[in-house]
């Protein structure tokens, strides 16, 4: 991995477990937790692709793992991340584009749901039957819900910070970093994109220049 893909996903990481344990985790939701580690691991395995995204999700997990308050073996979420991270960079789309709102969501949700569901089965592995207790059903509902929720003011800024780190031209060609992957999630079934119509404005205002000097040549001509 490169050192500026490794410092920032390293930030990132230790930014959203400090808000997940000191904020998140203290809102005394029902059900789940707003797992906002999760949607960092997400978002960086949509830009970095499926290795990356399992490296990140491993390092990500085993820092939860080990952040207190903790109440479980360590390694257990590590698995799942790394698991999640891998799955989700799978997802990564092959030209980096993000043109609309349904795939990043879909994947926030199959995201929640299958973390979940595999740390549950984990649990259910080594003896954790804390799962059962709250019910599995209402657990997968509530985190669906939760990180879906949360996923629009998160997960389009991390891919931005992700790509301007990667020096990617997609970026630079978004306005400014990020403008891409903000709108293509918040302009969800309307099939408008903001870089692409400042380029066609760019075009056109260049082709009516030509034109304009073209006529003015053909006058001195005459």
Same mark, same amino acid.
């Given at each position: ?109 199959? *995201? %929640? /749901?299958?973390?979940? @569901? !595999? ?5 259910? =592995?080594?003896?954790?039957? &804390?799962? #059962? ?9 509530? *985190? %669906? /819900?939760?990180?879906? @929720? !949360? ?5 389009? =800024?991390?891919?931005?910070? &992700?790509? #301007? ?58």
């Amino acid at each position: 991995m490169k050192f500026n893909r490794i410092l920032l996903s390293a930030t990132l990481i230790v930014v959203a477990l400090v808000v997940q344990v000191s904020v998140l985790a203290r809102l005394q939701l029902p059900g789940a937790v707003p797992d906002l580690v999760l949607l960092t691991v997400v978002g960086l395995a949509l830009v970095y692709g499926h290795v990356s995204g399992a490296l990140i999700g491993f390092t990500a997990g085993l820092l939860a793992d080990l952040a207190p308050p903790a109440d479980h073996a360590a390694g257990r979420y590590a698995l799942v991340l790394c698991v999640v991270g891998y799955l989700v960079g799978l997802a990564r789309p092959e030209n980096g584009r993000l043109t609309s709102a349904s795939g990043p969501m879909a994947v926030v949700v199959a *995201a %929640a /749901v299958g973390s979940t @569901l !595999l740390y549950a089965g984990v649990g259910a =592995l080594v003896g954790d039957t &804390a799962a #059962r207790h709250v019910g599995l059903g209402f657990l997968l509902f509530t *985190a %669906a /819900v939760y990180d879906l @929720l !949360l996923a629009p003011f998160t997960v389009p =800024l991390i891919m931005a910070l &992700a790509r #301007r780190a990667e020096n990617d031209p997609l970026a630079d060609a978004g306005g400014g970093g990020g403008t891409d992957v903000a709108s293509g999630w918040l302009s969800s079934g309307t099939g408008l994109r903001i870089g692409t119509q400042r380029g066609g404005l760019r075009v056109k205002a260049a082709r009516n220049r030509a034109s304009r000097a073209g006529r003015i040549k053909g006058v001195k001509r005459l």
